[in-house]
């Protein structure tokens, strides 16, 4: 039943792009895509279709802001009309990203003590839902994009994290080496993200020109484990349904590059662990992006 239901929305979701990229009617001029001329229905489906892959276009309006009226005029009455070009898109906010991660202190170059990382294995991916933009300029202007990510990071040591009872009877988060009976290998911590990053970016007037940008970003964490692999046994174990993981972060966002490929960099302000249990700690990561 899951499957019928899995396939009906698959094939609504290609509908919708297969509409929207029938009978566009599109004026054009030097800056691009200009003016739609459309039913509602096929208006929704472009424009659903447009944010959805961060399409962009401008349209042509005058002094006061209202759409310009592109009627047939003489060349002294156009001498006279004042237009500039209002630009929507979402410039340079990257389709995807993929970068390396740990855990540090509230210096983002440094790892956490207390919570040994393997350097280097830590990663993070992610894949943009859905890209809006307006630029205020040409070269300036106000991006965002929905991300769903997911946040891998390697405990050293032959170490992982669980849950121990304290002498108040309450849980707490600890390190521990060994697990039913087995010395542990490698331990590892998994969570994913709802990201909303929202950037002022700075960029060329050409679209393959430079561009950086930055700006805060709201996180939602959530399907957080924790994770063991042992020696002797072959098969990753899950000791840890939920490990004390922060739901909220509020993070700094920066991103540099040209064209469509770029460096981006993410701190959290908000420690990752609800009562800085096991430690107190921040997320930082540094990847490559790119956009489609």
């Known amino acids: 039943m899951m ?23 599109y004026e054009y001029d030097e800056y691009g895509q200009v003016g739609r001329k459309e039913g509602w229905a096929r208006r929704f489906a472009h424009n659903f279709y447009d944010a959805l892959v961060g399409a962009e ?33 979402p410039g340079h906010t990257p389709s995807f990203y993929l970068g390396v991660n740990m855990l540090t202190t509230d210096d983002p170059m440094v790892m956490v003590p207390g919570l040994p990382q393997k350097q280097g ?23 965002t994009a929905f991300y769903i990510t997911r946040s891998r990071y390697w405990i050293d040591n032959g170490q992982f994290l669980d849950y121990t009872s304290n002498r108040t009877g309450g849980q707490k ?3 521990f080496d060994t697990y039913d009976g087995h010395q542990a290998k490698q331990g590892y911590l998994r969570y994913w993200s709802l990201r909303v990053p929202i950037c002022l970016e ?16 709201i ?12 020696i002797g046994n072959d098969d990753r174990v899950t000791v840890a349904d939920g490990i004390n993981v922060n739901p909220i972060g509020l993070n700094a966002v920066a991103r540099i590059g040209i064209n469509d490929f770029g460096i981006t960099a993410r701190y959290s302000f908000t420690s990752l662990f609800l009562d800085d249990d096991p430690v107190k700690t921040y997320p930082f990561m540094i990847g490559i992006s790119t956009s489609f």
Not at 202 to 217: Q, T
Not at 223 to 230: N, Q, T
């Open 57 to 89: 276009y401008y349209e042509v309006v005058d002094e006061q802001g209202n759409q310009y009226d592109k009627k047939p005029v003489s060349k002294k009455e156009q001498k006279n009309v004042s237009k500039t070009y209002r630009y929507y898109g």
């Open 121 to 143: 294995k830590g990663f993070e991916l992610g894949f943009a839902v859905g890209q809006w933009g307006y630029h205020m300029t040409r070269n300036i202007g106000v991006n």
């Open 202 to 217: 700075i960029s060329s007037a050409s679209r393959r020109g430079p561009f950086i940008a930055v700006g805060p970003e």
């Open 173 to 175: 988060i600890d390190l």
């Open 3 to 25: 499957k019928k239901y899995l396939i009906a929305v698959v094939a609504a979701l290609l509908a919708v792009p297969a509409f929207a990229q029938s009978e566009r009617h």
């Open 219 to 230: 996180e939602y964490r959530f399907a957080d484990v924790s994770k063991v692999d042992l």
